[in-house]
């Protein structure tokens, strides 16, 4: 069965730094662009990360730049964001998506994983 399991969420302080992984089972992630979107409570999905099937190029929502880094390693078929200076405005279930077209929409990934909560709390 084809699926996406996120992990490495969990409770941090303000400032603090998280690494989240997405592996991927039964099915290769190298051909896929993949996306790290999240949901604060009571809003809507959102991008936060992109990263290219080659891992050559990454982009980042506003709100994460400088802060967060999308990398992804092949061989373990698994993809990284790593979290630093964590905001409590950062808190929000994290999703990793697969998708086969070019670059990462809400509307366009073909795979999904359930989520990890994040929450930056004092």
């Known amino acids: 069965q084809l699926q996406l399991v996120e992990s490495g969420g969990g409770l941090v302080q303000p400032g603090g730094s998280l690494r989240l992984s997405c592996a991927a089972s039964a099915f290769t992630l190298d051909y896929y662009f993949i996306g790290w979107f999240r949901q604060a409570p009571g809003k809507e999905r959102e991008g936060v990360s992109c990263?290219?099937?080659?891992?050559?190029?990454?982009n980042y929502a506003d709100s994460v730049k400088g802060r967060f880094t999308i990398s992804r390693d092949n061989a373990k078929n698994t993809v990284y964001l790593q979290m630093n200076s964590l905001k409590p405005e950062d808190t929000a279930v994290y999703y990793c998506?697969?998708?086969?077209?070019?670059?990462?929409?809400?509307?366009?990934?073909?795979?999904w994983g359930k989520g990890t909560l994040v929450t930056v709390s004092s």
């Open positions: 998506a697969a998708g086969s077209g070019y670059g990462c929409y809400l509307d366009g990934m073909d795979h």
């Open positions: 990263i290219s099937s080659s891992g050559g190029s990454a």
